[in-house]
């Protein structure tokens, strides 16, 4: 069973900067993508941005795009956000997630499987 926990999250001043991170351990999919949501109250969960572990390809949502840059460090099974230029609208609890490469966009997260606890991240103005 593969496990995940999320750190890093915290308060920030908008405009300034957080880097997640998300590490697996447990017995880790041979072949899988990871991606980052994020929960504010009242909202549904939202797609941020994922990454094959394979290829490193990344893909992130519109409302991030140019801000927000995904990475993995294989040797250590960690993924990453980093994420600049924080506003407001990026408070919410934030979630890394495991599934799968295939069957499905990335972006829709009942398609993936494995869920970390969240990290909050609260952007004041």
């Known amino acids: 069973q593969v496990q995940l926990v999320e750190s890093g999250g915290g308060l920030v001043q908008a405009g300034g900067s957080l880097r997640l991170s998300c590490a697996a351990s447990?017995?880790?999919?041979?072949?899988?993508?990871m991606g980052w949501f994020r929960q504010a109250p009242g909202k549904e969960r939202e797609f941020v941005g994922a990454?094959?572990?394979?290829?490193?390809?990344?893909y992130y949502a519109d409302s991030v795009k140019g801000r927000f840059t995904i990475s993995r460090d294989n040797a250590e099974n960690t993924e990453y956000v980093q994420m600049n230029s924080l506003i407001p609208e990026d408070t919410a609890v934030y979630y890394c997630?495991?599934?799968?490469?295939?069957?499905?966009?990335?972006?829709?997260?009942?398609?993936?499987?494995?869920w970390g606890q969240g990290t909050q991240v609260t952007v004041s103005s």
């Open positions: 997630a495991a599934r799968a490469p295939y069957g499905g966009s990335y972006n829709r997260p009942n398609l993936y499987t494995v």
């Open positions: 447990g017995r880790t999919f041979s072949s899988y993508v």
């Open positions: 990454i094959n572990w394979d290829n490193g390809r990344t």
